[in-house]
């Protein structure tokens, strides 16, 4: 049991207990006004399955904000751990632990409570190895950014985009009399998706290591490649990923390892998000495509622009845990604290 005492002292702060706690984890989220009143939120729903967005980590842990008199649940918070690579220097590999999911019943919020669970889970990274600590929140959720950037001392890592586009409006998407008898889309193999991303990868400035657990995964449907077949080379890979979102439960297929090279990157990005979407129709209860990318990633510019096309700002945020047990700290430190833009983006935590 994690137990601090900083703040909020009629509050304890355990692991979560499968057996008797599901209903009220559920029950909680449930209750949390989620989001922001104005514009677009996108939330991955944990309903029913709290372990979803973490159970692909071999360490990851729930822990729980309980009352000291009543044990009623008020806060929730998981945490992951995964080796990660980074650009600069290069091949520099950290370990990195990554927040999802906090959230705090409203009658117990500005209390401490959030600062205590996040608190609480760094302890949990520190101990399992972490060196560092990052999560991602919307731009325009001011209480996050409060409690993180001034609170808890984190600093500004990543500004990405999420891409919403309705599967249902395939056909609004602008066109550039691309024909189809120019352009090839296959489905490879995972061994292929491996061999090509382990080199893709080396281009990002952040990537996970376990690739191939990421590809493997059963909710992956596969990893296609597309491009013009008078010049014969692949241009764009993506995988996709079946999810789903929060309020009025709906599928959606996730776009995450998107890479392009060449000179005709608009009309394939284009092409497969076409491809895209009418595989989203075909699937039941699928309404939307998405994607995120970095502001820094060159096929952030390319991503096909529709009236029903919905733009989320996301903000990535790191904080480095401890100095223990680090070669190079000084490196490392500095190469966390530079911004970066062209990132991987894991789906396991969407």
């Not at 304890?12 to 989620?34: A, Y």
């Not at 980590?57 to 751990?81: D, F, M, N, Q, T």
């Amino acid at each position: 049991m994690v137990n601090s005492t900083t703040e909020c002292k009629v509050v304890i702060i355990r692991e979560f207990d499968k057996e008797r706690d599901v209903k009220v984890v559920e029950k909680l989220e449930r209750n949390c006004e989620i989001g922001t009143k104005k514009g677009v939120s996108i939330f991955t729903n944990m309903m029913g399955d709290p372990l979803s967005r973490i159970r692909f980590y071999p360490i990851h842990v729930i822990l729980v904000a309980e009352l000291l008199e009543s044990k009623e649940i008020v806060g929730v918070v998981r945490g992951c751990i995964k080796n990660v690579g980074t650009t600069t220097p290069p091949g520099s590999l950290l370990k990195m632990g990554c927040i999802i999911g906090l959230r705090v019943s409203p009658t117990y919020r500005r209390k401490g409570v959030a600062l205590k669970l996040v608190t609480s889970l760094e302890e949990w990274m520190v101990r399992n190895g972490a060196e560092y600590s990052y999560l991602a929140t919307e731009k325009n959720n001011e209480a996050s950014k409060a409690l993180f950037a001034l609170k808890c001392n984190y600093v500004s890592l990543s500004s990405l985009v999420i891409f919403v586009h309705p599967t249902s409006t395939s056909t609004s998407l602008p066109t550039k009399h691309i024909s189809e008898r120019d352009i090839k889309i296959e489905k490879v193999n995972i061994d292929q998706a491996i061999s090509l991303y382990k080199r893709i990868l080396k281009t990002k400035e952040l990537y996970p290591l376990d690739i191939d657990t990421i590809l493997k995964e059963k909710l992956s449907l596969g990893t296609w490649v597309c491009y013009y077949k008078d010049e014969g080379c692949i241009k764009l890979q993506n995988i996709i990923l079946v999810s789903e979102s929060l309020s009025r439960p709906f599928g959606f297929l996730f776009l995450y390892g998107l890479h392009g090279e060449g000179n005709n990157l608009g009309n394939l990005m284009e092409f497969i998000w076409r491809f895209t979407s009418r595989l989203g129709e075909s699937m039941k209860d699928c309404r939307v495509v998405i994607t995120e990318l970095g502001l820094g990633d060159p096929l952030a510019n390319y991503v096909p622009q529709t009236d029903s096309m919905s733009c989320i700002d996301d903000l990535w945020y790191t904080k480095r845990l401890s100095s223990i047990g680090h070669n190079n700290g000084k490196d490392e430190e500095m190469a966390m604290k530079r911004y970066v833009g062209n990132v991987f983006v894991d789906p396991r935590e969407f």
